[in-house]
């Protein structure tokens, strides 16, 4: 088992910046990939960026490719999302994963779910 809390989420205006933080326990989270998913209100939850097990392998949406930037710390079990130049359509709760596949961009191949943090931009 992989017990995953989010942090780091908050309310910021456009523009801003936040940074999201992952913390594994149980299992070494360094055994699997690791990935961001969201969710807005009345929407699917959707891919956002996965890490590959050692940090070496990055995948992005298009929607976030250029302003969010996956990183993982396998010392300290963590992984974090760094999103910069934040817009409204960000809004969404943010989910992290972790996944016994190689960089798995789907929901379905995430064996490992956090509970989500709420990240809020006003215009």
């Known amino acids: 088992q992989v017990q995953l809390v989010e942090s780091g989420g908050g309310l910021v205006q456009a523009g801003d910046s936040l940074r999201l933080s992952c913390a594994a326990s149980g299992r070494t989270a360094s055994n699997y990939a690791m990935g961001w998913f969201r969710q807005a209100p009345e929407k699917e939850r959707e891919f956002v960026a996965a890490?590959?097990?050692?940090?070496?392998?990055?995948v992005y949406a298009d929607s976030v490719k250029g302003r969010f930037t996956i990183s993982r710390d396998n010392a300290k079990n963590t992984m974090y999302l760094q999103m910069n130049s934040l817009k409204p359509e960000d809004t969404a709760v943010y989910y992290c994963g972790a996944s016994s596949g190689r960089l798995p961009t789907t929901g379905p191949l995430y064996n490992y779910w956090g509970q989500g943090t709420q990240v809020t931009v006003s215009s």
């Open positions: 890490i590959t097990r050692g940090g070496s392998g990055t």
